[in-house]
């Protein structure tokens, strides 16, 4: 691994441990932290159409920046994942358990003598309740929240009650609003909140100005695809203007055998952190 920025350049760095070691925010006095992660091709997918859905394909996704997902994990206290990605789980077509995954026993060491619990907390935010818990998540003494429509079901959160979920009902509709699900999670104490959802969570952080932190890998592969066929960071209605980022880091993974990646951290600009 080198370092390409901040300078100076540095050469020959461990991929383990990089994202463990690293300060990162809050500050004390700040709020929480809300910070997501992804993988994407050189030509932007972060996600391909398999017939029986979207994966990550195997072209982008591998074990290093794995790594790195798992590190970025071990620093949350909360994680924020989706009805969709349970629904995937269950029909066996998801990475995973969500982190810490079973294979990573040094990250949850890590956690401990920081004294953090051994897995972060789990929030799901879901319109349509339409999934099933895995008792696994409630066994390993996690908390979790269910972000749901004020008006949703009854019985259908009575289940989720049921399988372990505590509820925090969402106002205004449908679909949650970026700036109300991070506002939730600070108001429980959440310091560290790292979003594992998709494209359409992440575009309802950023429309809600809610996203501190992108963590961006781009696997240095053009992989194509027929419109429709693949998904991209963002999906969803436009943004009203742009959201500008500011790079704080970028390291260089190079694979002299094949395709490389590169590993950044862009923070929102103040514009457009308006949570
Ligand atoms: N390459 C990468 O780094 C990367 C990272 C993450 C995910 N992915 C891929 O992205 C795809 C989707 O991931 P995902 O399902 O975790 O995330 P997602 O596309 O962000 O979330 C979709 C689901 O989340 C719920 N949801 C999202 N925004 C909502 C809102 N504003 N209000 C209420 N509910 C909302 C809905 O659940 P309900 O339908 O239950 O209402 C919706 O169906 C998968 O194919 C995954 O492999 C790729």
Do not use: K
Request: aromatic letters at 8%; proline letters at 8%; hydrophobic letters at 40%.
């Amino acid at each position: 691994m080198q370092r390409l920025y901040p300078p100076p350049w540095t050469p020959e760095l461990p991929l383990a441990g990089l994202y463990l070691e690293q300060p990162l925010p809050p500050e004390p006095a700040q709020g929480a932290w809300l910070y997501t992660n992804f993988v994407t091709s050189l030509d932007g997918r972060i996600s391909l159409d398999h017939g029986g859905g979207c994966r990550i394909p195997g072209s982008i996704a591998n074990d290093r920046d794995w790594r790195l997902f798992q590190e970025l994990a071990a620093r949350a206290d909360c994680l924020i994942t989706t009805g969709r990605y349970l629904r995937e789980l269950a029909a066996g077509c998801a990475q995973d358990i969500l982190p810490l995954g079973a294979e990573f026993d040094d990250l949850r060491r890590w956690r401990e003598a920081a004294g953090m619990p051994a897995q972060p907390d789990v929030a799901i935010v879901s319109a349509s309740l339409d999934f099933a818990i895995p008792p696994l998540l409630r066994e390993q003494g996690r908390r979790l929240w269910l972000l749901a429509p004020r008006e949703a079901a009854a019985e259908r959160l009575a289940a989720h009650r049921r399988a372990g979920a505590e509820v925090l009902p969402y106002p205004g509709g449908e679909q949650a609003e970026g700036a109300g699900i991070r506002h939730a999670l600070e108001r429980l104490g959440y310091r560290r909140i790292y979003s594992v959802a998709g494209p359409q969570l992440a575009r309802t952080l950023i429309a809600g100005g809610a996203l501190d932190t992108l963590f961006l890998t781009v696997r240095h592969r053009v992989i194509g695809g027929a419109a429709g066929s693949f998904e991209t960071l963002i999906e969803g209605a436009p943004l009203t203007g742009s959201q500008a980022f500011e790079l704080r880091w970028l390291y260089l993974d190079p694979a002299p055998e094949g395709a490389g990646q590169h590993f950044a951290r862009l923070d929102a600009t103040p514009a457009a952190r308006r949570g």
